[in-house]
Nanobody
Framework: VQLQASGGGLVQPGGSLRLSCVVS????????VVWFRQAPGKEREAVSC????????YYADSVKGRFTVSGDNAKSTVYLQMNSLKPEDTALYSC?????????????????WGKGTQVTVSS
């Protein structure tokens, strides 16, 4: 099982980025995937989750209305579209597989982590 996040970079406030999480060794039909982020000196935060149950995606309050998560089962890829980016969105973003059914938003529910991709929002 592997997850690999990419798509990060430097963007100005108000800009957009799309992160990709390519997974292998499992099918997105059977597992939920969570996007986490961690900024220096701050705790890791669950940003969004796309569920294998078909339930509505989860979004942290801090990103609701700005971020959209989606999945392409054929490409084994989960996307995180990030719009209207703010400096406080600056963090290392990682994707992770949830070992339970549905979106359990807790690091204890993760069984596999991918390497992160850095997002920096700055003018």
């Amino acid at each position: 099982v592997q997850l690999q996040a990419s798509g990060g970079g430097l963007v100005q406030p108000g800009g957009s980025l799309r992160l990709s999480c390519v997974v292998s060794g499992f099918a997105l039909d059977y597992y939920s995937v969570v996007w986490f982020r961690q900024a220096p000196g701050k705790e890791r935060e669950a940003v969004s989750c796309i569920s294998n149950s078909g339930a509505m995606p989860y979004y942290a309050d801090s990103v609701k209305g700005r971020f959209t998560v989606s999945g392409d089962n054929a490409k084994s890829t989960v996307y995180l579209q990030m719009n209207s980016l703010k400096p406080e969105d600056t963090a290392l973003y990682s994707c992770a597989r949830v070992k339970y059914y549905g979106c359990v938003i807790d690091t204890s529910a993760v069984d596999y982590w991918g390497k992160g991709t850095q997002v920096t929002v700055s003018s």
